[in-house]
Structure formats: C-alpha cells, structure tokens
C-alpha cells in the first residue's frame, strides 16, 4: 500500500538556521502531496502542497518540490524563527478514486532564538 | 473564520462512560472524516463519509461508532471509552472530487479517560 517516511525528530536549530526535512513516498500512480503543521495543542493546517511531477509548493518561505524520479517532497526553508516550532507531517493522497491521506510520522522542529 | 469547527475542545470522561464529539463543517464538502491521534503520533483514520455512505477503517474498534446527519454535522460516539482511547481526536472534510484536494481539518477534540 501507499506510504510516507519522513526523517525522525526532533529537529533542533537556532533562529534564521536553513531547515530541510526529509520526505520519501511510496504510491501507485501520481499521487498529490501535502505538507501539514501542527502547533502545540492544534489541529492540522495545510502549509502546501503539489498534485503532479516537479510542481512547487510553497506558503510562509516553505517550498517543496514534487520529484518523481527520487519519489520525494523534502521541505525547506531558508530561515527559520521561533514561531516556527512545531510538528511537520508529510502526507499523500492517491487521485483515482476515493483516496484516503496517508501520513508520515511526523517530525517536530525546535528552533530556539 | 473557522470552518470546522469541533466541540468540545478538550473532554474529561471516566472509564466506561459514553461520550460524544462533534463535527460541525461550512464548506459544504461532500467527505467528512475522523482521525485518532495519540500523543507523538501520526493521525490514524477511524472511518470516513462519503455523503451518507459510513466507511469503516478494518482495524476501527466496534467501540466507536459515527452518524451524520446531514451535510453539516458528524459525530463521533465512543461507547465505552477505556484508557487507551485516550487521545486527540481530528475532524476533517475534502471535497468529492478527485485526490488534489486537501483536507481541512478542525483544532480537535482532546479526550482524557480517569
């Protein structure tokens, strides 16, 4: 079946350090993918996503490119703050027919100032 | 403005005693879906709607159980809740088409068992 890896946490680094968190996938076909955040004691917010091969995501100085040929969806920023501590799930959903979203495990950012 | 929304957001309950979680969505999306999540883990599926049509997760426990009753609304019953079910617990909505879109999802329900 479909699945997500992403890389183990926490991810711990100082304010304005570059963030990559890594995101492999495994799916029949050409799924969408998704990069959802969740701050302590919330629920899931979409922070973006592609629907098809080398598509761009990006929202709030996050990117992540859809890559086929590694099936991978690393997301990266350049600059990271405080504000940005929280958890990261990677996530895919498949786009024939009814398609449940697949998670990663999640990984958990620190950034300290 | 939120546009779903769950209550409550945090629910106290003692062993064995029922409880119900709401849903409530104003993006008229045809798919309504319940996620548990337990403390450092990713969301798991529970079961879904697709309009009417309740789809079961296989590995849901019977003890929880959901009703739609219409568009709008979902609830969550768990019927007898025991220490494990202890957990937050994730609405979510998508609309029909296709697998592009994302899912919405509520701020949770975070369910404590004494």
């Known amino acids: 079946g479909d699945s997500v890896t992403q890389m183990e946490g926490p991810v711990t680094l100082s304010e304005e350090a570059f963030l990559t968190i890594n995101c492999t996938y495994t799916?029949?076909?050409?799924?969408?993918l998704f990069w959802y955040v969740q701050y302590p004691g919330e629920g899931l917010q979409l922070l973006l996503k592609?629907?098809?091969?080398?598509d761009k995501g990006s929202n709030k100085g996050f990117e992540a490119t859809y890559r086929k040929e590694t099936t991978s969806f690393h997301l990266e920023k350049g600059s990271v703050q405080v504000s940005d501590s929280a958890v990261y799930f990677c996530?895919?959903?498949?786009?024939?027919?009814?398609?449940?979203?697949?998670f990663g495990t999640g990984t958990r950012l620190l950034v300290s100032p | 403005d939120a546009m779903v929304i769950q209550n409550p957001r945090y629910q106290v309950t003692q062993f064995g005693k029922p409880v119900t979680l709401s849903c409530s969505q104003t993006?008229?999306?045809?798919?309504m879906y319940w996620y548990q999540q337990k403390s450092s883990q990713a969301p798991k599926l529970l079961f879904h709607?697709?309009?009417?049509?309740?789809?079961n997760e296989a590995d849901t426990p019977d003890n929880f159980q959901s009703r739609r009753p219409n568009t709008s609304f979902c609830f969550l019953d768990i019927r007898s809740p025991g220490l494990g079910d202890a957990a937050m617990y994730l609405c979510?909505?998508?609309?029909?088409?296709?697998?592009?879109?994302?899912?919405?999802f509520g701020e949770g329900s975070r369910l404590t068992v004494l």
């Open positions: 592609a629907t098809k091969a080398d």
């Open positions: 709607y697709y309009d009417k049509d309740f789809n």
């Open positions: 996530a895919l959903r498949g786009n024939t027919g009814f398609q449940k979203l697949v």
């Open positions: 979510a909505t998508t609309e029909r088409s296709g697998g592009t879109g994302e899912l919405f």
């Open positions: 993006l008229n999306h045809n798919v």
């Open positions: 799916a029949t076909g050409y799924p969408s």
